[in-house]
């Protein structure tokens, strides 16, 4: 699927009809809400009965996993009928390259995490057009928070609104879920500039922590579209930038991507260039 590409200073995308940006919200919620519960019930257990793997013993799948996206496209055939879906585990429904919007759904990001108890994983969907994310929710199991965006309306984190402010790097963190190759020299930029790096395990919620304003900059350069859909919307309504690995504003880059806080962005991307 390709997303459109916008130049560095893009033109905002389209309004969205406030009826739609309001069910999408509600029955993303809704499904956030499930998701949560059964990855609190039963995170650090699955793998002693339903885990397996994928591409690599680390490339976990579990029956988490597939009945998450299972009840969320049951739940969004129901409420948005004909809107295709996109997930991690069942890939993407017939019809989706032409049409005018798609769900994006990861039921469980930084599954790894979850197999082993570790409290960094995600439930992530997101209403997508050709112009990047309409709706973002993000499900934080472990620490009890529903993160939710549309279009135009902000942020709220359990419902209360969120702005991050222009921040400068010295002293912050930055989330970086990066390759061998580009993680090592990226942290000594980093180190040099008295920044700390985190790898959290889920690209989720790695931006999350930036439109939360806990982090000041989030670079990822391995990931597919529902690993991040979700948490771009929240990152662009929280006032957060958003550039390719160019440094080219896109509302959802492939490929490699920065996501920062206002006055962070420059530096950060000095360090992702540096350390290659």
């Not at 017939?94 to 990861?106: I, K, L």
């Not at 391995?222 to 550039?243: F, R």
């Not at 880059?253 to 950060?268: C, K, S």
């Amino acid at each position: 699927m390709t997303v459109q590409q916008h130049p560095r200073a893009p033109t905002p995308p389209p309004a969205v009809e406030p009826g739609l940006l309001s069910r999408a919200l509600e029955v993303a919620g809704r499904l956030a809400n499930d998701a949560a519960e059964v990855i609190t019930a039963t995170a650090g257990r699955d793998h002693q009965t339903g885990a397996g793997h994928k591409a690599n013993p680390f490339d976990w799948v579990t029956d988490t996993d597939r009945t998450l996206e299972r009840h969320t496209r049951r739940v969004l055939a129901a409420e948005f009928p004909g809107t295709p879906v996109v997930g991690e585990e069942y890939g993407a429904d017939a019809g989706v390259e032409g049409a005018p919007y798609r769900w994006v759904v990861d039921p469980v990001d930084g599954t790894a995490n979850y197999v082993a108890g570790f409290p960094w994983c995600a439930y992530s969907l997101a209403l997508v057009d050709a112009f990047g994310p309409v709706v973002g929710v993000i499900a934080d199991p472990s620490r009890a928070q529903i993160y939710a965006a549309a279009r135009g309306r902000g942020v709220r984190a359990n419902g209360v609104p969120v702005r991050i402010t222009p921040r400068a790097v010295t002293g912050g963190l930055v989330c970086a879920e990066l390759s061998l190759e580009r993680g090592p020299g990226f942290a000594r930029e980093a180190a040099a500039a008295h920044a700390g790096v985190r790898v959290l395990g889920s690209s989720a919620l790695a931006i999350t922590q930036v439109a939360l304003g806990h982090a000041v900059a989030a670079v990822l350069d391995g990931y597919q579209e529902w690993d991040v859909a979700g948490a771009l919307c929240l990152a662009a309504e929280a006032g957060a930038i958003v550039v390719d690995s160019e440094g080219r504003s896109d509302p959802m880059p492939a490929g490699g991507m920065i996501v920062a806080a206002p006055g962070a962005m420059d530096e950060v991307l000095g360090w992702w260039h540096a350390g290659r």
